[in-house]
């Protein structure tokens, strides 16, 4: 991370998730890979590290996606959900006006290029 202080972090699945959305966004936001699954353990650390930000899952509409966001939903229950039409059902093939639009009802900031 930079120097810059960030206050809102995005948590994602996988790396291409992570890339779409980084193309996406204005405003300096952490985005966190889960690659897929997250341990108790490393989901309580993430917990304890993220408590005083504003913390946000995107995560696919697939199988894989709803475990996750359920396990999210029980443990860290501040956290908000955002998600991608199920017709997409990955974050990472929906295309970018749609992600955008995501995040910008979460007032995430994106470019005005994908709205």
Known sequence: MTDVEVGKVIIVEGKSDKKKVECVIKEPVQIICTNGTISLSRLDELIEELFSMEVFV?????????????????????????????????????????????????????????L
């Open 58 to 114: 995107l995560v696919d509409s697939d199988e894989a996606g709803e475990k996750l966001r359920k396990q999210f939903k029980r443990e860290f229950p501040e956290a908000a959900h955002l998600y991608v039409d199920k017709m997409y059902r990955e974050v990472a093939s929906a295309p970018e006006q749609h992600v955008a639009s995501v995040l910008l009802s979460a007032n995430i900031d994106v470019h005005a290029k994908f």
